[in-house]
């Protein structure tokens, strides 16, 4: 089995950063695709930003040209930094990796979700 823990979130207020981990264990074989997804209350969950084996990044409109993802595949993990914040980026942040397991059989796995909330 795989395991995705990610870091605590916080309370941060507008305009100020925060950086979300988040690392995968277990029978890894490979990791494929690392993302980000968040919820936010009565809403549906929308994803943040991905990255790619190869390091190939996208970015969902609402946070490009503020948030970074990035990898670190030596250690299975996943770096989202949050700059700029504003009260709308509200919400349960969801880490999410998929990929091989060492029995050869693909894995999809989710974390358990951290919140973030922004506010004065």
């Known amino acids: 089995q795989v395991q995705v823990v990610e870091s605590e979130g916080g309370l941060v207020q507008p305009g100020g950063s925060l950086r979300l981990s988040c690392a995968a264990s277990?029978?890894?074989?490979?990791?494929?695709?690392m993302y980000w997804h968040r919820q936010a209350p009565g809403k549906q969950r929308e994803l943040v930003a991905l990255?790619?084996?190869?390091?190939?990044?996208n970015y969902g409109d609402s946070v490009k040209g503020r948030f970074t993802i990035s990898r670190d595949n030596a250690k299975n993990t996943v770096i989202l930094q949050m700059n700029s914040l504003k009260p709308e980026d509200t919400a349960v942040y969801y880490c999410?990796?998929?990929?091989?397991?060492?029995?050869?059989?693909?894995?999809?796995?989710w974390g358990q979700g951290t919140q973030v909330t922004v506010s004065s």
């Open positions: 999410n990796v998929n990929g091989y397991e060492t029995n050869r059989e693909w894995f999809d796995a």
């Open positions: 990255i790619s084996t190869t390091g190939t990044t």
């Open positions: 277990g029978s890894i074989f490979n990791i494929h695709n």
